[in-house]
């Protein structure tokens, strides 16, 4: 089992920036891919930003240049730096963790950029 958690989120102004992480612990694999989705009211769960062990990087048009993602594998952790937050950024974003062909999902963490 592989349990992730994720922090970071808050209340953020419109073009200011935050950055998530999410830890796992528990039955670390070395080969894997951890994604970053988002989920609005009444939208459906969105693939935002994902990354491989061997560094192949992905983001959903709507983010490109504004939100990176990155991994410190000796701390387990995926990282998602956003700039230049905007309101339709405002979401649950989701941690997610492939290997060995199980995924397993964090809780989520709040984000709600907001003048």
């Known amino acids: 089992q592989v349990q992730l958690v994720e922090s970071g989120g808050g209340l953020v102004q419109p073009g200011g920036s935050l950055r998530l992480s999410c830890a796992a612990s528990?039955?670390?694999?070395?080969?894997?891919?951890m994604r970053w989705y988002r989920q609005s009211p009444g939208k459906q769960r969105e693939l935002v930003a994902s990354?491989?062990?061997?560094?192949?990087?992905n983001y959903t048009d709507s983010v490109k240049g504004r939100f990176t993602i990155s991994t410190d594998d000796g701390k387990n952790t995926v990282y998602l730096q956003m700039n230049s937050l905007k309101p339709e950024d405002t979401a649950v974003y989701y941690c997610?963790?492939?290997?060995?062909?199980?995924?397993?999902w964090g809780q989520g963490t709040q984000v709600t950029v907001s003048s």
């Open positions: 990354i491989t062990n061997t560094g192949i990087i």
């Open positions: 997610n963790r492939i290997q060995e062909s199980a995924e397993y």
């Open positions: 528990g039955r670390i694999f070395s080969i894997y891919r």
